[in-house]
Each structure stands twice: as structure tokens, then as C-alpha cells.
């Protein structure tokens, strides 16, 4: 039904940005939530920050003032903006997504895209 691709990852320097982006496809009339989780190595997954459909969005602490999420819903794309990134922000980052509306049903997921690796190292 629906799928969730992510692309962007890839390594930076400390210091550095990087731009996350993630494209779901399928019968989608309008989709609730659009986000980002990550999964940094041998550590639980964690929110990253989401964006809703009305416009509100939630930041992890540790990301607050440096990652930016931004979403067109025209599009049903979401991005994540990384920048000041530091070796502690490297993880496997997923696309996230809830309350997926098509034409005749609802889903209220989530969805989860394969993830892309961001690694932040000198």
C-alpha cells in the first residue's frame, strides 16, 4: 500500500549539514503525520522530530535548534534539515508515518521507510 523512501544520508564532518528527504507513495489522499526517528548503534530508536498536518511539530531535546523538519503535503514529502551535526547524531535515520487517508479507507500505521545512514565523523 504505502511506501516510504528516504534518501539524503551519508557522511559529514562535525560541524557539517546534511538534508534528509522522504517521499511516501501509494493511494494517498492526505497523511496526519510525517517524521523522522533514528537509531543510533547499539541504542534504542528514538524520535527525531514529526510534523502534522495542521503545521505543528515536535523536536527531540537533543536535536532543538539545529535540525529543521519541513513538509509539503501537496507532495506527501517530508525533509529534515541537519545542520551543526556532531559525531553523537550519527544513526540510521527513518522516515516516519500515522493517519494515512486514501480514497475509501484510513490507516492509522505507522509506516516505517528502510532507513539511510547519517555518519558524522572527522
Known amino acids: 500500500q504505502v511506501q516510504l523512501v528516504e534518501s539524503g544520508g551519508g557522511l559529514v564532518q562535525p560541524g557539517g549539514s546534511l538534508r534528509l528527504s522522504c517521499a511516501a507513495s501509494?493511494?494517498?489522499?492526505?497523511?496526519?503525520?510525517l517524521g523522522w526517528y533514528r537509531r543510533p548503534p547499539g541504542k534504542e530508536r528514538e524520535l527525531v522530530a514529526v510534523?502534522?498536518?495542521?503545521?505543528?511539530?515536535n523536536y527531540a531535546d537533543s536535536v532543538m535548534g539545529r535540525f529543521t523538519i519541513s513538509r509539503d503535503s501537496a507532495k506527501n514529502t517530508v525533509h529534515l534539515q541537519m545542520n551543526e551535526l556532531k559525531p553523537e547524531d550519527t544513526a540510521i535515520y527513518s522516515c516516519y508515518a500515522a493517519g494515512i487517508s486514501g480514497p475509501t479507507d484510513f490507516d492509522a500505521g505507522p509506516f516505517w521507510g528502510q532507513g539511510t545512514q547519517v555518519t558524522v565523523s572527522s
Open positions: 501509494g493511494n494517498i489522499v492526505s497523511i496526519n503525520v
Open positions: 510534523h502534522t498536518r495542521t503545521g505543528s511539530t
